[in-house]
């Protein structure tokens, strides 16, 4: 089993920026990732870390403006999110996939956190 914590959301101006944590606890998984789902829509991966932290992926609408990052002695996976968009807005998760392989599927991932609100206002 992996816990998984989030925090970090809030209400931003466009621009503007904010880190969201993410405290894991229990077994080790392999990969974790950010994945956003805005009212109405699918939910959507944002980015994803290796266990070791050496490999990162980001999706191409946050490329440039968003980070994943890790901190092991931590257990704990940020995501630095600058030049906020409206767009950006969403309820954001943290997940972990207990498999070897990367994904960016949210079907792949095992364990998944409760979610913080992001609000980004024009």
């Known amino acids: 089993q992996v816990q998984l914590v989030e925090s970090g959301g809030g209400l931003v101006q466009a621009g503007g920026s904010l880190r969201l944590s993410c405290a894991a606890s229990?077994?080790?998984?392999?990969?974790y990732a950010w994945f956003r789902q805005a009212p109405g829509k699918e939910r959507e991966f944002v980015a994803a870390i290796s266990w070791s932290g050496f490999t990162t992926y980001h999706a191409d609408s946050v490329k440039g403006r968003f980070t994943i990052s890790r901190d092991n002695a931590k257990n704990t996976v940020y995501l630095q999110m600058n030049s906020l968009k409206p767009e950006d807005t969403a309820v954001y998760y943290c997940?972990?996939?207990?498999?070897?392989?990367?994904?960016?599927?949210?079907?792949?991932?095992?364990?998944w956190g409760q979610g913080t609100q992001v609000t980004v206002s024009s």
């Open positions: 229990g077994r080790t998984a392999s990969w």
């Open positions: 997940a972990a996939k207990v498999g070897n392989y990367y994904s960016d599927s949210a079907r792949a991932y095992d364990y």
